[in-house]
């Protein structure tokens, strides 16, 4: 992150785990206006005050002024949710909507009261103006402004085809910019200059028109609201920076290496001795693993980052990180739970031999009988024809056209700066290549697992192999501690069959058994277990209990289950 913007966080109000009571209050009562709003539509204005607004406005105007109520409404209660983060733009869309929906409660059939609540809000956003100071994405506005033209072009241009289509109506003989006129205001709910000889028929023009402005509006300000988004600002010295953090600091962590993905932003401590990496998705400011750095570096850079979430309206999250991160989130303000562990073999004690590791030995020794061989060597010393092998394999083996991973996963193969990765092939009797696991460097003494791909139609036993025979080959390479997958509440799938077990316990069970149909958490646990390793457990920060739901499609969203706008870049990216 540049310096300027670190400099920006610290002068930011310092975070809060949760929003002032007066911010949230206000977001409330925008929300409860909207529903006020909504609500008085739908019931008809009182007798005789629409003929006479019919001596100012038709018919047509009325009932667009009823459409732009209720549009208005749910808008309010849309901006609630940006209200409650402190965003600047939602409290000024909010403000030009309390102004109009005095004017547009006393159009649609002169309704003081819901006029008089709607004048209330507009004096209340005003004076709490200084509690909403989030940045917006700069971006959203040319977004929201190509909406608005567009849509209004459309309903113009639909306006006129109409009114050409019903030409023998007209009184009179209107001019091109007569019509233009009547199509333009139209988009706003006012009459213009064209008189039909039918009433139906002017109507039918006006809600056409008023239609499409009202979208116009609507689809505006949702553009304007989104989320701000932030492109990973990385230059080649903030990677060399964080190599050389992960080689003096690298053995605390067995994520740290992650952090080079390229579609990660760094945050910086003010001395460049620890940072942060995160992604920001759909207002969420996701960071993985522990901070990068010395312990002593972690409240600065925890603490710079959390104000620049609070600075651009970000809800701040940080997924699987340690115990020691977790308590250093935990002191900064955050809530942490337990979300699973982490499977880690200690190399030197690591044995197939006796009963434990029954069903391993035997799938090992199975591959090896049908002629498969397994090498296992550091990436710089592939061959380039090996290396060129390597990526072909990898992505024939990749289930699906996304590349999944964010915690987890470098999601990249055979770069010049990950040379210090071990890469492991499994072939076949004819040479084939049928299965592939990748390594990043964990610190000096470990190795955390990245890749993992196999051929399915090579048969069982080939992961086992290469899991075996990368413990024999990692104690030659000096690796003490080898780090698998991780495995989603683990203490659940490990609990569940016990004797004892709960009736909340069995239901998490059966949950996480549906669950593993789409995403193989069962399956991952499963895998990890049968080679009898220690478990480090990894956790979830966040700020408050209401803020899981949107943590929860961010996390899914990052680790590529769900769509993301830059999906396809970080695909390329990967690649």
Same mark, same amino acid.
């Given at each position: 992150m540049p310096d300027a913007d670190v400099a920006q966080a610290d002068a930011d109000p310092p975070w809060r785990?949760?929003?002032?009571?007066?911010? &949230? $209050? #206000?977001? *409330?009562? #925008?929300?409860? &206006? !909207?529903?006020?709003?909504?609500?008085?539509?739908?019931?008809?204005?009182?007798? /005789? *005050?629409? /003929?006479?607004? /019919?001596?100012?406005?038709?018919a047509s105007g009325v009932l667009t002024a009823r459409a732009a109520s209720a549009a208005s409404g749910l808008l309010l209660i849309y901006l609630g949710l940006g209200l409650r983060r402190g965003k600047h733009r939602a409290w000024q869309v909010a403000v030009v909507l309390a102004g109009a929906g005095v004017v547009l409660q006393l159009a649609r059939g002169w309704h003081y009261d819901a006029a008089v609540v709607s004048a209330a809000l507009l004096i209340m956003l005003i004076v709490v103006r200084r509690r909403f100071h989030a940045r917006a994405d700069p971006r959203n506005r040319w977004r929201a402004l190509a909406a608005l033209l567009g849509f209004a072009a459309a309903g113009m241009a639909i306006g006129l085809a109409e009114i050409g289509l019903r030409s023998r109506f007209l009184v009179g003989r209107p001019g091109v910019l007569d019509r233009v006129r009547e199509s333009a205001l139209g988009l706003i709910g006012v009459s213009g200059p064209l008189r039909f000889s039918h009433p139906f028929i002017a109507q039918q023009v006006s809600y056409t028109t008023g239609m499409f402005g009202s979208l116009a509006v609507g689809v505006a300000v949702v553009l304007l609201l989104r989320p701000a988004h932030r492109l990973p600002q990385r230059t080649a010295e903030d990677d060399d920076t964080v190599r050389g953090l992960l080689h003096r600091f690298g053995d605390v962590d067995s994520l740290g290496y992650f952090a080079l993905r390229p579609d990660k932003s760094l945050f910086w401590a003010p001395s *460049? *001795?620890?940072?942060? $990496?995160?992604?920001?998705?759909? !207002? #969420?400011?996701?960071?993985? /693993?522990?901070?990068? !750095?010395p312990a002593s570096e972690w409240p600065q850079v925890i603490g710079g980052w959390l104000a620049d979430c609070a600075a651009h309206g970000w809800t701040p999250a940080v997924l699987g990180c340690g115990t020691a991160g977790g308590k250093a989130y935990r002191r900064a303000g955050l809530d942490v739970v337990e979300v699973g562990d982490e499977a880690i073999l200690d190399v030197a004690g690591f044995t197939v031999l006796g009963r434990p590791l029954r069903g391993v030995r035997q799938a090992v020794g199975r591959v090896e009988r049908a002629g498969f061989t397994c090498e296992v060597t550091r990436l710089r010393d592939l061959t380039p024809p090996a290396l060129a092998e390597a990526r072909r394999s990898a992505e024939a083996f990749r289930d699906g056209k996304v590349e999944r991973g964010f915690s987890m996963a470098l999601s990249r193969i055979g770069d010049d700066r990950d040379g210090d990765c071990v890469v492991v092939t499994c072939r076949d009797p004819e040479g084939r290549i049928r299965g592939l696991l990748q390594f990043v460097p964990w610190g000096t003494h470990g190795l955390s697992l990245d890749l993992m791909r196999g051929d399915r139609t090579a048969g069982n036993g080939i992961i086992e192999f290469m899991v075996v025979s990368s413990v024999n080959a990692a104690k030659a390479m000096g690796a003490e501690r080898i780090s698998l997958n991780f495995a989603v509440l683990r203490s659940v799938f490990a609990r569940a069959d016990e004797l004892g077990a709960g009736p909340v316990l069995r239901f998490s069970h059966r949950l996480l058994m549906l669950a593993s149909k789409l995403w193989q958490i069962e399956s991952l646990y499963r895998s990890n277990v049968k080679y009898q390793p220690s478990w480090s457990p990894r956790f979830l920060c966040f700020p408050t209990v209401r803020d899981l739901p949107r943590i929860a499609v961010a996390a899914l969203s990052a680790e590529a289950f769900l769509p993301t706008r830059d999906r396809r870049r970080r695909t390329e990216a990967g690649r």
């Open positions: 785990p949760q929003p002032p009571l007066s911010r &949230v $209050a #206000v977001a *409330r009562l #925008v929300q409860l &206006v !909207g529903a006020y709003n909504i609500i008085t539509v739908l019931f008809p204005s009182p007798h /005789g *005050r629409l /003929g006479e607004l /019919g001596l100012w406005m038709p *460049r *001795r620890a940072v942060v $990496a995160y992604r920001v998705i759909n !207002g #969420v400011s996701l960071a993985s /693993g522990d901070p990068i !750095g």
